[in-house]
């Protein structure tokens, strides 16, 4: 008998070891601390939104503001019955809408708010905002949209996207559904302008529903609103260029030579930014990024890798000069181009014309003689035992011009170009047989050299301030005060001495004067320039279509002093004097003096529309797509 | 009288009664932390569930001191009606009963609802302990067997059909008391071969299961053929039927649990035996309840600050899930505090039951300890997610007057035994 009571009160202690061990190991072993924290499930997080900053232009011109609208929103629970005659009268909205609307906001959830109808007219709002009382459930919400006085600059400016759940994992500052801005300074800049978002902790019960503050609110913080930028942007100068642009493609940049600040950045095709809020955002978006043909979601002043053709011609006779393998003196003769190996094909054209006098760097600028830089460039990679060598030093110097890599700006996008070095050649000739009959075409910015518009604009600032620049960048002011960005402020010195831009300037400065942007030389400008004609063709089932050249220019002014410095690129505009050239001078002009002395050009330019020239490239595309 | 009154005062175990109070009272703080809202804190607001249970807690009192002064001759004298008693009261819920939450188990008298599972328990412990108080009485005899199995059978039967399964699994507890008192220790022996075989089915596979027992048959058979112990020779036709009825059962298991139960039975135990990960829809009160708990940590969130208790994350946490308010709220210690309370009062009123010197008071007594055990048992056990789904109260803690006062009946009618053992034998 003894024995057998002994069972049960054994039981019951094995019990109370196995449920304390139990215990331990959920509450001590498992017990996770950030579950009890704000991250709780029990916790609702209702976060209060600053308004974001406004975008000013450098004269105080306002780019980007914010519109309210405002959200009618639902909770299927709290409704009780009501005059749905007057409702629908109020919201504009007939009935259908209303018990579709609720039917999907009850799906959706019988607890959480859902929208009802988005983006009232402030007129509606006043109204409804009077009787919403009546009708319980629903509550308005107050929305801020950006606003885009002007339809100019969506390159620059970006857009805002909601939060996806991708970022949401990423960055703990973000909710899914909320705003962040994906492009332009919108994205560059997310963290100024959005300032920082309040937030109330509540305690919900399991339906969601809240049921008071979270301890008091001692967790609670109040929003702290977005900071007013101001760009380096001259608006004016911005919508010029846009309007200039009109119905061709390529892009100009235009930056302040002794402070590295862009002044216009303009891309064709462009859109309106005003196209990127709001409702109709996501219908546009569509239409805007799938549009292939004119890519206008491209920032061609940025991510267009082009090359850059003669005016490539002007660093590299400062880079002869630096590394003494000409004097401005020295003289090269031109026989309509240059032979550069045995062998009939194995000769450059040229079309200076200047034939029985030996040529200069000045002369060789001014007109642009390929047969010139051949030498030039036959010499540098030649002054080094190896082409390998020749060809390091040579990329060193074009690297200290920012060519090749990422310029640092302040804008989210852009593409590095590319200046070959001697490691890409050995690749690309893994026998290393190159010398320099292989690599000539980069004489005269052909060839494997690609620049984006901005460092070629850059290089521009580079040589009007004789060998130095600084990173461009496009913030000016945050809340009024000038930005001290220790990477814009900081000057960035070339490989190439003061003394050895002289001649490069002058003959820059002979391009207006005597050469081949004569015809919209200003007067009261001393200006230099260098055109450049890219030739291209696209290949389609082994045939070589030749295509209209791009047109290229670029410029600075005043020759003394510079205060402007630009690069222009318009895709199949020809010869670059025709079109490059002229809307570099009409640029400047408008810049530098606001009259229109150009008027000629002006209306010549404005009315030229390269979409012909479009439509022939795309018929020849659409042959491939036309056989499959 | 009087003398004897003192006397019965100084012979009540205080150890009970305060391990009582302090269970009620810690119970009631608890309830109010789970059903009290930001509208609704007032301590005496009978509107409220931790008000009404103010009115259940007073009012188990009054039937605790109402209990003492009863003779305790009575209860023996009576068994046989206060079971017969219960019994109607059960039976009378199929024509007078309520149907709450899909069962019927309350008599519902205005605002007021009465459940008699609650009050049962105590007419069933009495007429066992009447049964087994003949000096003649041994499990021995068929006709024994059978009679204390219609004891029982007829209470878990009536609730069964409620339908509340929960709570008719209490009259299994009894067999601990058989054990006891004397039934043969191979029934035991049987029902716990039969559940870890049910649950090795269900884990591994009948295959596995079935494999295993034909390896140890097969041990068997090889350790009596090498012949060392001569006796059990004779045994294998024995061994051989007693396999084939194990293997028998094992693949009925199966057949049952995949065949014949309803795939929320199947999700009960699947959950249980971490063979389903789903913590949305069938999982969800265990998973929220074991979150709960785990978030308390060592010490607890605190009282009344428990974010999730507060925010009724738990379903049933006033009633079956209590047990989750005090982890979260509590922490380690708290729950460790409460168990180690309620271990120590089952063993109490075990070491009591075992000093009787009557029968009838042992039996009651220990057919009490009995109760409490399996409710402690399931339902912490069913919280901390350890059982399945089962929905019995946790005795004094859960919500409810009907609880409570069965519970308080039970304990204080061993208490008035206890206490005049010396005198009335």
Known sequence: MKK???????????????????????????????????????????????????????????????????????????????????????????????EHKLARAKNYSRWLPSVFLSQLSKEDYAYLQEKIYKYKGFSIQRKSLRNYPHKSSSNILGYINEVNEYLAQQNPYYEQGELVGTQGIEKEYEHLLRGTKGVKYKLRNRLNKVIGPYKDGIFDTISKPGEDLTLTIDLELQKYGELLMNNKRGGIVAIEPNTGEILALVTAPNYDPNLMVGRKKSKNS??????????????????????????????????????????????????????????????????????????????????????????????????????????????????SFGLGNYLGYDLPSGRKGNIPTSDYYDKVYPRKTWKFPTIISNAI???????????????????????????????????????????????????????NFAPVIDGMHDVYKSGTAKHVQIKELDMCGKTGTVQNYIRKNGVKYELEDHSIFVAFAPKDNPKIALAIFVENGGYGSMIAAPIASLMIEKYLLGTHKLKYWE???????????????????????AKK | MRSQRNNIKLEIDWILIFLYLALVGFGWMNIYSASSSADHNEIFDFAARYGKQIIWIGLGILISVFLLFIESSFYEKFAAYIYLATMFLLAGLFIFGKNINGATSWYSIGSFSLQPTEFAKTGTVLALARLLNDRQFSFKPLKNKIKTFIIITIPAILITLQPDPGSALVYLSFILLFYREGLSPNILIVGITAVALF????????????????VVTTFILWYIAKGRKKSLRFEWPKILSIVSIILGYVYSVYYLFNYVFKQRHRDRFNILLGLSDDTSDIGYNTYQSIKTISSGGFWGKGYLQGDRTQGKFVPEQDTDYIFSTIGEEW???????????????????????????????????????????????????????????IGIPLPFFSYGGSSLWGFTMLLFIFIKLDASKNYEL
């Open chain 1, 4 to 98: 057998r009571s002994l069972l049960f009160p054994l039981l019951i202690i094995v019990t109370g070891f196995i449920f304390i061990s139990r215990l331990f190991f959920l509450q001590i072993i498992k017990h996770d601390s950030n579950d009890i924290s704000l991250n709780s499930s029990t916790i609702k997080r209702i976060y209060t939104y600053p308004e974001r900053g406004f975008v000013f232009d450098r004269n105080g011109q306002l780019m980007v503001a914010n519109e309210q609208t405002y959200d009618v929103k639902v909770i299927p629970n709290e409704v009780k019955p009501f005059d749905t005659l007057e409702f629908c009268k109020l919201l504009k909205i007939d009935k259908d809408y209303l």
């Open chain 1, 286 to 399: 569509v239409i805007l990024f799938n549009d292939s043909i004119n890519k206008p979601m491209i920032d061609r002043g940025l991510q267009a890798a082009y090359a850059p053709g003669s005016p490539f011609k002007l660093i590299q006779g400062l880079i002869g000069l630096q590394e003494k393998v000409i004097t401005p003196e020295t003289g090269f003769y031109c026989h309509h181009g240059y032979k550069y190996a045995s062998g009939k094909h194995n000769f450059m054209g040229c079309h200076c014309d200047i034939v029985g006098r030996p040529i200069d760097l000045r002369l060789g600028i001014a007109k642009s003689c390929n047969s010139y830089f051949a030498n030039v460039y036959k010499r540098l990679i030649e002054k080094y035992p190896t082409p390998q060598e020749s060809v390091t030093k040579w990329a060193d110097h074009l690297h």
């Open chain 1, 445 to 499: 910015g052909q060839g494997e050299v690609v620049t984006t518009p901005i460092q070629l604009a850059n290089m521009i600032a580079a040589i009007a301030n004789r060998g130095y620049f600084y990173t461009p960048h496009i913030l000016k002011k945050v809340n009024d005060k000038n930005i001290d960005i220790e990477k814009f402020t900081t000057k960035r010195q070339t490989t190439i001495d003061k003394e």
């Open chain 1, 603 to 625: 209306n010549r330019i404005i009315n030229t529309s390269l979409e012909k020239e479009y439509n022939k490239q795309l018929s020849i595309q659409s042959l491939e797509v």
């Open chain 2, 199 to 214: 649950l090795a089915t269900l884990v591994f596979g009948y295959i596995y299961v079935i494999g295993g027992v034909l």
């Open chain 2, 331 to 389: 922490g380690f210690w708290g729950s460790m505090l409460v168990v180690v309370f309620f271990i120590t009062f089952i063993l109490r009123i075990v070491v009591l039951a075992e000093k009787q010197k009557s029968t009838f008071s042992r039996v009651y007594g220990y057919g009490v300890a009995c109760i409490f055990f399996f409710h402690v048992l399931i339902n912490i056990a069913m919280v901390i997610g350890l059982f399945p789904t």
